[in-house]
């Protein structure tokens, strides 16, 4: 019903750019909004991004204006663009189905300075 495989990440320097991919199958990922979280070594797992189904968007403050999130409904992806990445940025990033405890396997990102 759920099932979200995620792509990308990796090792980027400060001020670069990746894009993540989250590819989901199902009604529930269908007809549901997504999320991105991250959760840094010796953090808690926190909020990045969402787009919700109706097709508004939700942004933590630090991803606001270098962070956007998309959605590929022909491809079934739903992508996280991050730009001017900063070291505090490394994590391992996850998407999620709003509302539903459907998640992807989390990709690293990390960000040398």
């Known amino acids: 019903q759920g099932q979200l495989v995620q792509s990308g990440g990796g090792l980027v320097q400060a001020g670069g750019s990746v894009r993540l991919s989250c590819t989901g199958s199902?009604?529930?990922?269908?007809?549901?909004?997504m999320d991105w979280y991250r959760q840094a070594p010796g953090k808690q797992r926190e909020f990045v991004a969402q787009?919700?189904?109706?097709?508004?968007?939700a942004y933590a403050d630090f991803a606001k204006g270098r962070f956007v999130v998309s959605r590929d409904n022909a491809k079934d992806t739903v992508y996280l663009q991050m730009n001017d990445l900063k070291p505090e940025d490394t994590a391992v990033y996850y998407c999620?189905?709003?509302?539903?405890?459907?998640w992807g396997q989390g990709t690293q990102v990390t960000v040398s300075s």
């Open positions: 199902g009604r529930i990922f269908n007809r549901n909004g």
């Open positions: 787009l919700a189904r109706g097709g508004a968007y």
């Open positions: 999620k189905i709003t509302s539903y405890d459907y």
